[in-house]
């Protein structure tokens, strides 16, 4: 009978001991699998630097377990490209990296992550994939260039008004100075001296300047037909009387 109570109490220990083993076991289990790495500690968003946009991967993973992110570009479902690849190291506060990504509006981005020796802790991607905003960063680019149109519209008609005024002036001038010309040498011959009465009419009968000469040759000639006359009258007289 003792032997037997022995035994019991030994077994009943045991299974005592068992029990707490098993508890304190899982314990342990629940308590290492929450601070394992998890995919659910990570997060990514987009964002804008400027005018510029990136991609932040946030890990807050407390057990500070190394992880390689890596960062593509989706098209159609598939990868398009990779954008880059970092490693972080999280915190409980959260340690952020940030990827350089001028994205488009409402691109897609599938973030994968991969921790522990050869991904054994985690090894897929962050559900669901990013997408990013419908505004693009650079929002102040199209106002800059939709402004010169406005001055440039007028600014021709500007310039086509000032390079008119010259010519205007320029064809102006060409139209004064032919009315001018034309006006100068006509001015010159209502201005000259008019001819006298006499000298019109005196060019007109053919009179000149040697007028007086020929109106003494003529005065001569008269005398001397009239000698002639006169000599020839007496000398016919001389022989009448004979």
């Known amino acids: 009978m003792a032997i037997l109570s022995i035994s019991r109490r030994t077994a009943r220990t045991v299974r005592i001991l068992g029990v707490a083993s098993a508890s304190a076991a899982l314990a342990l289990g629940a308590a290492g699998n929450a601070l394992a790495c998890n995919i659910k500690e990570f997060s990514a968003e987009a964002k804008c630097d400027g005018e510029k946009g990136v991609i932040v991967v946030t890990d807050k993973d407390p057990s500070r377990t190394e992880a390689v992110v890596s960062v593509f ?39 994968h ?54 010519s205007e002036s320029e064809s102006a001038a060409p139209t004064a100075s032919a009315s001018e010309s034309t006006t100068a040498p006509a001015g010159a011959e209502n201005n000259a001296p008019s001819p006298a009465v006499g000298d019109s009419n005196l060019a007109e009968t053919g009179a000149d300047s040697n007028t007086g000469m020929i109106a003494g040759i003529a005065a001569a000639l008269v005398v001397v037909g009239g000698g002639a006359v006169f000599f020839g009258m007496r000398r016919r007289g001389a022989n009448s009387n004979r």
Do not use: H, M
């Open 73 to 111: 570009l989706q098209n159609n479902g598939a990868d398009a490209r990779e954008v880059g690849e970092l490693t972080v190291k999280g915190s409980r506060e959260g340690t952020t990296i940030t990827f350089a990504e001028d994205w488009q509006p409402n691109a897609t981005y599938r973030i």
């Open 113 to 166: 992550v991969k921790a522990g020796k050869d991904g054994k802790l985690v090894n897929e991607d962050i559900k669901p994939n990013l997408t990013t905003p419908s505004t693009a960063c650079k929002t102040e680019t199209p106002s800059t260039p939709a402004t010169p149109p406005a001055p440039e519209t007028p600014a021709p008609s500007a310039t086509e008004s000032e390079s008119e005024s010259p």
